[in-house]
């Protein structure tokens, strides 16, 4: 039945595309109207060429240093820009963001553009960016302020605030963590609060014909729900439901910042008047807006982080302040998180558009279209209705207003290691029957947590078992090719181990280092566990030893002497853990 009924709603779609266009003077009228309002942009580019760098370090490590031609054409962009449209390095891994951020930085300071910059990074490179940007600008080290493990602890927290607000500091550097810690003015919380509550009323009413990113679709759509009481119903249900959330949250925030702020000083009176944000995406992207797309996978309710972090940049541009960010991957998951970035860096222009809704913005540039994706137990196939870009070029222009995208092919002076065949090598393990068998018990007890009583629960308590569980456990099937570790049966983490044993015995004269990424199963100490029964099987234990723990170190100090370890060939090979190496770490060679 649900194939059947999207079959002929793409049937009634496609008849509704041949109506629109079969009258030639309203064709060309929207023709007309689409070129005026969102075919008419071009990729803004800035030349910085012109641009000098006086104090910046000429060698580094015995390495000449000079400013590289996307580099001073992302600085341009930044002091060029409008401030209401804010400016977002997407630079390819390696091209050199650090030293464009703190290049940008010092020149605007250098040109009084601004007077205070604070540059936010992520937890685990705090060390390692900030000796990178004092080892490009060394001559300004003693107005370089960068916290430590324990600046924002309670007891430290008041004091390293007012070395920001009434210190000599220009420069300061933090990690996300801190940067959440700075406390906001309740005022400025209860003027947000206000405002997002109006917004996200707004974005739930219906659109009007006269609505500047209502398409013909939308106002008949939109006519059918004021006709029928029970889909209005439904939507002032959603819009009630989605506001009260929006609320508690927001009054939570409100709690939170009354019980830390204390006498301390606030994100308002440290004079920032420049924030750059490293990898903002991965951080600060999941923000909360309002839809009424019934959408699986896509994510409304947004992060704490994302919503601290909208806060105190309202109260920086209010107040005429700059802000950049820098990425490498803008859009890591989901197609709403486009415009969620958009309307971060540039909601004037996306106002003016009649996209500032979500729901305005899907209407022009996505539509639906069914997709065969895999079950999450992976034992069959499903087809779903997924969103798909459409327009994609005209919205890669608008974007490209405050997005300065460098590609390897546009920077070819950039040194990058490349990979042994030219490719990543796929190593596959053939799959057990124990790993069917429990693939196949996945799938009956997801069918199982679908099913419901007469009166409408569930047949199976979420205490006891639910697909978020049923996922975890078809991971651990996978790591183990079965149920249980079986030493007839090979794993993913034996092949692996194969192939790292391989390298380490062929390039022994060499003293290469191998970097190893976990997921899941990073032995953490000396404690019984299935790690601990993993890394003594016969293939692990030759190359996963206590010294090979990269993620073991706890400060800066220890991460330092790690990698000096790793330079010396004393730690061969590494195991790196995602969640606490994380993404843009530098391993030193």
Not at 211 to 221: G, H, R, V
Request: proline share 5%; hydrophobic share 40%; net charge positive.
């Amino acid at each position: 039945e649900s194939l059947a009924a999207q079959a002929k709603l793409q049937e009634i779609v496609e008849a509704f595309g041949a109506w629109v266009y079969a009258d030639a003077d309203r064709r060309d009228s929207l023709v007309a109207h689409y070129n005026d309002r969102y075919n008419r942009w071009r990729r803004t580019t800035y030349d910085g060429s012109y641009l000098t760098f006086p104090g910046m370090a000429t060698e580094i490590d015995g390495k000449p240093v000079s400013p590289r031609r996307h580099q001073c054409n992302g600085v341009a962009a930044f002091l060029q820009a409008r401030s209401a449209d804010q400016r977002a390095l997407v630079w390819f891994t390696g091209a050199g963001k650090t030293r464009g951020m703190m290049a940008a930085s010092v020149k605007g300071l250098q040109l009084g553009c601004f007077k205070r910059v604070m540059l936010t990074v992520p937890n685990h490179i705090i060390g390692q960016f900030a000796a990178d940007c004092l080892k490009l600008y060394p001559g300004w080290a003693d107005v370089c302020l960068v916290a430590d493990e324990k600046s924002m602890s309670p007891e430290h927290r008041e004091a390293f605030l007012a070395k920001i607000a009434f210190g000599a500091y220009r420069i300061i550097i933090v990690t996300h963590s801190q940067f959440r810690m700075i406390p906001l003015d309740e005022e400025t919380i209860d003027t947000f609060i206000a405002r997002e509550l109006d917004t996200l009323w707004t974005e739930h009413e219906t659109l009007e014909p006269d609505s500047p990113s209502a398409t013909l679709l939308e106002q008949a759509i939109g006519g059918l729900e004021r006709r029928s009481g029970r889909m209005k119903a439904s939507v002032m249900k959603a819009r009630a439901k989605a506001a009260a959330q929006l609320e508690t949250r927001l009054r939570d925030r409100q709690a939170a910042t009354r019980r830390d702020k204390s006498e301390m000083l606030t994100w308002e009176r440290l004079g920032i008047d420049c924030l750059w944000v490293d990898e903002f995406s991965d951080y600060f992207i999941n923000d909360d807006f309002g839809t009424k797309m019934r959408l699986g996978g896509l994510r409304t309710t947004g992060s704490q982080r994302a919503m601290d972090m909208r806060i105190k940049r309202a109260v920086l541009l209010e107040r005429g302040g700059r802000m950049g960010i820098a990425t490498a991957t803008p859009v890591p998951n989901s197609f709403a998180q486009s415009w969620v970035l958009a309307r971060f860096l540039q909601e004037p222009t996306l106002r003016a558009l009649g996209l500032h809704t979500f729901d305005g913005w899907a209407g022009v540039f996505c539509r639906m279209a069914p997709c065969v994706e895999v079950t999450p137990t992976g034992s069959s196939y499903r087809v779903v209705m997924r969103p798909a870009f459409v327009n994609i070029w005209e919205w890669q222009r608008i974007f490209g207003q405050s997005w300065d995208v460098v590609d390897r092919e546009d920077a070819p002076d950039v040194d990058r290691p490349q990979l042994a065949g030219g490719q990543a090598q796929i190593v596959t393990v053939e799959g057990s029957e124990a790993l069917r068998d429990g693939i196949r018990n996945l799938d009956r007890r997801m069918r199982r947590c679908k099913l419901k009583r007469p009166d409408g629960t569930p047949m199976v308590d979420p205490k006891d078992d639910n697909p978020l569980k049923i996922t975890w456990e078809g991971r651990v099937l996978s790591y183990r090719n079965g149920r249980d570790w079986d030493d007839a049966i090979q794993t993913k983490l034996e092949a692996c181990a194969e192939k790292v044993a391989l390298h380490y015995h062929a390039t022994a004269t060499e003293r290469y280092a191998q970097l190893i990424f976990c997921d899941m199963g990073v032995p953490k100490g000396p404690k019984r566990d299935e790690d601990q029964t993993a890394k003594e099987k016969p293939a692990v234990a030759p190359v996963v030893t206590p010294s090979s723990r990269y993620h073991a170190w706890k400060d800066e100090g220890a991460k330092v002497r790690r990698c000096v370890r790793c330079r010396a060939w004393e730690n061969r090979p590494e195991a790196k853990e995602a969640c606490r190496a994380g993404d843009s770490v530098t391993v030193p060679m």
